[in-house]
């Protein structure tokens, strides 16, 4: 609740909170269907219908109701980028995690697998590997997984090896605290803070590369929706139907733009260096 | 005469709002040419602060001169108000005028720069100097300060050269402009005793050559007798007192002044020694070490083989009875930290026995030597409550947090002086002195025979030194428990040791009763460090500047160090033969 706060006192968490607040709840009722129409309905005689109070973002080529597919393509979106950073942060902790903590020839070899997967633009490996498993809605959050993996790894493995040396660590050894205690109870916890950060950062590029995905036809396939699908289906259509292109277009915008203001305060909040300032 | 500089009703304040935040309030003082005040206080007392507005780079650290005047006489004669003047006309005093050392050489220099180029900065930027003459005026500032080799060292970079060398360099770079006024913030601070009488004495000369006015800022008042004319006490940013040194120390008037000199530890050459312990003939020690040594392989390159080693301790034996406190004193790179992290099994020895009376310490997780660290800050987990910070060396021991334990927890906190709601805050909420009282307490609680003290004592400001020192005292005397004491300090030293070991070069040089060692010491290494020792008791005592280096440990591979051969000077006092 103190952390609730926090983030609604802070200047660019207000916005950002409010604006993931939001975007989490219309996720959820586009993933439960609880849309003003069914996604795939196609109501013939409304093709192409400007927005109105039937059709509150008007309707598509098919007749169908872009808000709600725009709710069921916002829900796909986050289903996508929550799993797909939920799997980086875990494989990223643990490859952080042991790296700092054996060191040697394991830290090398998992750091130089991670400077290889990040010489790539993230975009394009992410083509890479669904060029190799086929498209679809689970390849692509493996691929997204596999993307952002060595930016956890990184940003574990950093103050991991800083915390190591701390002498808490030395007293935790001084006492014989196994492996295990040690790494959670010392190392992993000190790390909550930038990982809370990055996890936040992480889900708006990872909503950014699902919808770039789709846009290219490699991700969510059609008839299910997802705004990067919505995006490329608009394109010829930009000049008769410009609702089309701009209701998805400004959802992705915003909803980046929510979790990075979020993922600034946050940063702003945890940090104990600006702690004192913002509170 | 007008004083050089003069300094009415100071006050100064930090953040968005200085007045409700005044940090030094309201302080005055005057310093005639030639003069050096020492001021004096503990940290948080805005000794360094008042000393920052002097050349007003206070300002830079977010802090705001409210009220006062700082009136100084510039080289021309002419009376300028610090507080009043602009940032153009300061940065010609800061240097020229006004120069000024910190505490930390290692971090005061530019890394990547020569020596030679920061110092020339200053001629170029006060004088005006060019190429050879800014290289020549270099040299000879790095002449005046005793470096020896001064020409070829103007080409070393910072890491080259030890914290005492860069020292010299800072206070070379300092006087560089041949200023007025120096103004020294715990200039010793971060260096070795020795090392610290070195640059003392070193100030104490330059001081008489150019007849220079200093202020000299720091926290121990036994450190000001051999060089201060004037002492200021600061606490919580008021000058509780002020005067001649006589004065101040012989009579002093303020009972802040009298406590700093009763209360905080200082070296009185074995008088003050404890005697509250005596050997019996026929018991178990309750820690026996035998030939250890502990060496790190210098790496060489890929292909290559290993180059030699570090030697950082060598053949060290002692043996500790319970209820006994063993000192392990010697300066940094001596091998005493390593010494007592080998015996915790946190470096592993290359060889050696250690032996408690439960039997033969195979690993680090014999519960009969516990550790308390230097770093009160950094050796408790910050996201841990206090009550899992206590728990930890049970569950790390195989037992489980019951009842009992809480009830143990709360038993220890309260007897190491802690309020009884400590179990439920986090180590952020307490001060330095308390939460090192919080270590002591978690070493405690597997109820240890040995308690490991790595300078635990010497990251805490000196009248909270003494209150910890005492309750270790009373500690062990309760628990009957045997320290092992590593320090570098050793007015600290005298007041809990009853035996010391003297540890040169990774190697025991000297080692006995307390008393007999300080008093009477017989290595000439152990005669360096105790005469290095400040004290109130040595006014004006000259120092003779000796630029002796410790030996590299570093030896090609296989080297064995030659069977020592020591001397007896006393029932329980014996030294190392020296060539």
């Known amino acids: 609740m103190c952390m609730l706060r926090a983030i609604f006192s802070h200047p660019s968490g207000r916005i950002g909170g409010t604006i993931v607040l939001i975007y989490v709840v219309v996720a959820l009722l586009g993933l439960f269907d609880l849309t003003p129409h069914y996604p795939l309905q196609q109501y013939r005689i409304d093709r192409l219908h400007a927005p109105s109070v039937v059709y509150w973002m008007g309707t598509d080529l098919f007749g169908r109701d872009v808000a709600s597919r725009l709710m069921k393509g916002v829900g796909q979106s986050f289903l996508v980028g929550v799993s797909a950073v939920a799997l980086a942060t875990i494989a990223g902790t643990i490859l952080g995690l042991t790296a700092a903590w054996f060191g040697k020839l394991w830290d090398g070899l998992v750091m130089r697998i991670m400077d290889v997967l990040l010489a790539f633009p993230a975009i394009l490996l992410a083509l890479l590997i669904i060029a190799i498993a086929g498209p679809g809605t689970w390849t692509s959050v493996a691929a997204i997984a596999i993307v952002y993996t060595p930016i956890f790894t990184r940003v574990v493995r950093g103050p991991a090896l800083s915390i190591k040396s701390r002498e808490f660590v030395d007293a935790a050894r001084t006492f014989g605290s196994s492996k295990s205690y040690i790494l959670t109870r010392h190392l992993l916890l000190n790390l909550v803070a930038p990982l809370t950060v990055q996890v936040t950062l992480a889900l708006a590029w990872s909503l950014l590369t699902e919808a770039g995905l789709s846009f290219l036809g490699l991700g969510t396939q059609p008839p299910a929706s997802s705004l990067g699908l919505m995006l490329a289906d608009s394109r010829n259509l930009m000049e008769t139907a410009p609702w089309l292109l701009i209701f998805p277009a400004v959802a992705i915008m915003i909803s980046i733009l929510g979790f990075n203001l979020l993922g600034d305060a946050l940063r702003d909040i945890l940090d104990p260096k600006t702690r004192s300032r913002t509170a | ?579």
């Open chain 2, 1 to 579: 005469m007008t004083p050089l500089l003069s300094v009415k009703d100071l006050r100064v304040g930090f953040g968005r709002d200085p007045a409700k935040n005044e940090i030094v309030k309201g302080v005055s003082f005057d310093l005639a040419a030639g003069e050096t005040m020492a001021i004096v206080g503990e940290s948080g007392s805005g000794k360094s602060v008042t000393a920052l507005s002097i050349n007003r780079l206070v300002d830079f650290g977010g802090g705001k001169i409210i009220g006062g005047s700082i009136k100084l006489t510039r080289a021309d004669g002419n009376v300028l108000d610090i507080t009043q003047a602009k940032e153009p006309v300061l940065e010609k005093i800061r240097g020229s005028e006004i120069g000024m050392i910190f505490q930390e050489p290692m971090t005061s220099l530019n890394p990547v720069l020569s020596i030679g180029t920061q110092i020339e900065e200053s001629f170029r930027l006060h004088r005006g100097l060019t190429g050879k003459q800014a290289t020549a005026a270099a040299k000879d500032a790095l002449d005046r300060v005793r470096i020896p080799d001064a020409a070829r060292r103007l080409k070393y970079a910072p890491n080259q050269l030890s914290g005492g060398m860069l020292q010299r360099v800072m206070i070379a770079t300092a006087l560089a402009c041949n200023p007025r006024l120096l103004i020294a913030d715990e200039p010793t601070t971060a260096l070795d005793v020795t090392v610290q009488a070195q640059i003392m004495a070193l100030l104490g000369e330059l001081k008489r050559e150019t007849g220079m006015a200093m202020i000299f800022i720091t926290h121990d008042i036994g450190l000001v007798a051999g060089i201060a004319d004037q002492i200021m006490v600061m606490q919580a940013g008021q000058a509780v007192e002020q005067g001649t040194l006589g004065e101040v120390l012989d009579q002093p008037q303020h009972p802040y002044t009298q406590h700093l000199l009763s209360a905080v530890p200082h070296f009185e050459s074995g008088r003050a020694a404890r005697t509250d312990f005596s050997r019996k003939a026929k018991e178990t020690p309750a820690l026996d070490v035998d030939g250890l040594v502990v060496r790190f392989k210098v790496k060489g390159s890929m292909f290559s083989r290993a180059q030699g080693s570090v030697h950082a301790v060598e053949n060290v034996g002692f043996d500790l009875m319970p209820g006994e406190t063993l000192a392990i004193v010697g300066e940094s790179g001596s091998g005493k930290s390593t010494t007592a992290r080998a015996i915790l099994g946190l470096v592993k020895p290359t060889r050696g026995r250690f032996a408690t009376h439960m039997g033969s310490i195979t690993d680090a997780t014999d519960p009969a030597t516990q550790m308390v660290f230097q770093n009160p800050y950094a050796s408790l987990n910050p996201r841990l409550r206090i009550d899992s910070i206590l728990a930890e060396p049970v569950i790390a021991a195989g037992g489980r947090v019951t009842n009992e334990t809480r009830d143990k927890m709360k038993a220890l906190l309260k007897r190491v002086g802690l309020p009884e709601d400590s179990l439920e805050r986090y180590p952020h909420q307490f001060s330095g002195g308390q939460r090192q009282r919080l270590c002591i307490a978690r070493a405690l609680m597997l109820n240890p025979s040995v308690v490991v003290l790595d300078e635990a004592v010497s990251a805490l400001d000196v009248s909270v030194q003494a209150k910890v020192l005492e309750l270790l005292v009373d500690l062990q005397k309760e628990y009957g428990l045997a320290y092992l004491f590593v320090s570098h300090d050793m007015a600290v030293v005298e007041r809990i040791a009853h035996r010391i070991a003297v540890l040169y070069a990774g190697q025991i040089v000297e080692i006995g009763d307390a008393a007999s060692v300080l008093s009477n010491p017989q290595h000439s290494y152990t005669k360096r460090l105790i005469s290095a020792v400040p004290s109130i008791d040595r006014r004006n005592q000259h120092f003779e500047i000796d630029t002796r280096q410790v030996p590299s440990l570093v030896r090609p591979p296989g080297f064995e160090p030659p069977e020592a051969q020591w001397r007896e000077f006393g029932p329980d006092h014996r030294a190392r033969a020296e060539a």
